[in-house]
């Protein structure tokens, strides 16, 4: 299983990113994906996932309504659209199924003035 996030960088408040994240070594399109991410001392929290075929997808509150979770099963690729970003939303960001245990090693979002 491997999993490479791409499209971090620095970002003002306000801004927009679209974070990539491409899948390899497991049946991508029978698998339920997730966005999570870690900022600074604390712990990862769950971001937004999609299941399979991209028809349910779901959200932390905190990013309810600002980020948008996408997929191409024909690119085994997940995605994850960032506007309105805020300082808070600063983090590693991690792409992730829940039918294995692999991490990626992340892509960094920094969203400063």
């Known amino acids: 299983v491997q999993l490479v996030e791409s499209g971090g960088g620095l970002v003002q408040p306000g801004g927009s990113l679209r974070l990539s994240c491409a899948a390899s070594?497991?049946?991508?399109?029978?698998?339920?994906m997730s966005w999570y991410r870690q900022a600074p001392g604390k712990e990862r929290e769950w971001v937004a996932g999609?299941?399979?075929?991209?028809?349910?997808?779901n959200y932390a509150d905190s990013v309810k309504g600002r980020f948008t979770i996408s997929r191409d099963n024909a690119k085994n690729t997940v995605y994850l659209q960032m506007n309105m970003l805020k300082p808070e939303d600063t983090a590693v960001y991690y792409c992730?199924?829940?039918?294995?245990?692999?991490w990626g090693q992340g892509t960094q979002v920094t969203v400063s003035s």
């Open positions: 999609i299941n399979s075929v991209g028809g349910f997808k």
């Open positions: 992730k199924t829940p039918r294995f245990s692999s």
């Open positions: 070594g497991f049946t991508f399109s029978s698998s339920t």
